[in-house]
């Protein structure tokens, strides 16, 4: 029995004359990630598309469990494909949907005639296969409001589509619809979810991380890498940038008052952070900052944070609480790596008592004080690239 994947689009379909780029590049998305899984013909019509294995050596779970995690589809299924017959779309509900059947115990039929050359209407067509249905499966019962199981019959162009219910999609928008930003990645629970947020938003991500050897230790970095690589199941892979910290970090601590010094460290990050964006291509950078969730996240604090630098700063947590935050994390499978027990920059010389209401003109006064600039920039160039891969 032939089989494929239907994808459904989301709000991609009311995208009008920028329509065609959007599918093109989700397109083009789907082709990256099903590479590994085998040879999938990819095309589209009416709002779907079809995923359609070439050989039988394709994997088509590996391919559906990909697809279900690629961001611009609303909802996809594994769908038969047979004729434009009223016996062949019957024949088909029950031996592709044999097993569901036999476990449900209530059932319904939806059916769409988008050829609307096909002799039967709707209503009518399914009211025939509920027929077939219920003759090969005695124990079933008809309930239209809450079936355990719904049979979906598709009369579409190409061919008939038999499926059962959907499953939802990543939704949002396909990766580089929107252009690229620099992440700020630190080994927490905040910036993985701001980076899954702003990737569904259509952005295609390069991560910056920022380590403090001998402080931090080999496998806070290694961590970060795991996570990274987790996102790269929804992103489709991204580069890595691990920005040595240290000097930077010690020059702050010796030279500047105990209180500033969190947020003359995120400042300096964002410099750094900015000067290695606008090298690859970045129009932005992204946070994983929620408002007054620590001292260096007050509203004071960011404001002096994003005076350091001139490009945009996204922050998508920034209305949102812990638990939230969490919540997202365990369903994108980033919490259980981001809790391990390992420390970054972000965490050594954090001063007991740091300030929550700086001035900017406080902050631009301690700086005059210390050479970062050059530091810096040495940080910058001596930043190790990693390519994060599917």
Do not use: W
């Amino acid at each position: 029995m032939r089989e494929l994947i239907m994808a459904y689009q989301g709000e991609m379909a009311l995208k009008g004359l920028n329509r065609v780029t959007f599918e093109n590049t989700l397109v083009k998305n789907l082709r990256f990630r099903l590479k590994s899984a085998g040879d999938f013909k990819i095309y589209k019509a009416q709002s779907t598309l079809y995923i359609e294995p070439e050989n039988e050596y394709a994997d088509m779970q590996a391919a559906y469990e990909r697809t279900a995690k690629t961001f611009g589809l609303a909802a996809l299924s594994r769908a038969a494909v047979c004729e434009k017959t009223l016996e062949s779309i019957c024949e088909t509900a029950v031996a592709y949907l044999e097993e569901q059947l036999r476990e449900a115990a209530t059932f319904k039929v939806v059916c769409r005639r988008a050829d609307k050359s096909f002799p039967l209407t709707s209503m009518e067509l399914a009211r025939e296969v509920g027929a077939a249905v219920l003759s090969h499966f005695h124990h079933l019962k008809v309930d239209v409001h809450h079936p355990a199981l719904t049979v979906f019959c598709e009369v579409r162009d190409f061919a008939a589509y038999v499926h059962a219910d959907k499953t939802p999609g990543a939704g949002g928008l396909p990766v580089s619809t929107s252009g690229k930003a620099a992440l700020m990645l630190s080994g927490g629970i905040d910036s993985p979810v701001a980076a899954y947020m702003m990737a569904k938003r259509g952005l295609n991500l390069m991560a910056v991380h920022f380590a403090s050897p001998p402080y931090t230790s080999p496998r806070a970095q290694m961590k970060v890498e795991e996570l990274a690589q987790q996102l790269a199941v929804y992103t489709g892979g991204m580069a890595l940038l691990a920005v040595p910290f240290t000097k930077t970090q010690e020059a702050i601590r010796d030279n500047a008052p105990p209180p500033l010094f969190t947020v003359l460290m995120r400042r300096s990050m964002m410099r750094i952070t900015s000067t290695l964006g606008q090298k690859y291509g970045c129009e932005g950078i992204i946070t994983g900052e929620s408002l007054a969730q620590v001292a260096s996240q007050t509203l004071r604090a960011i404001a002096c944070t994003d005076a350091a630098q001139e490009l945009p700063v996204l922050r998508p947590l920034i209305g949102m609480d812990k638990t939230e935050i969490v919540d997202i994390a365990r369903r994108i499978g980033t919490f259980e790596t981001s809790i391990e027990p390992y420390e970054d920059c972000c965490t050594i010389f954090t001063p007991p008592h740091p300030k929550t209401k700086p001035s900017l003109q406080e902050i631009e006064k301690a700086e005059a004080g210390m050479d970062l600039a050059l530091l810096e920039a040495e940080a910058a160039e001596n930043a190790q690239r990693i390519m994060i891969n599917l």
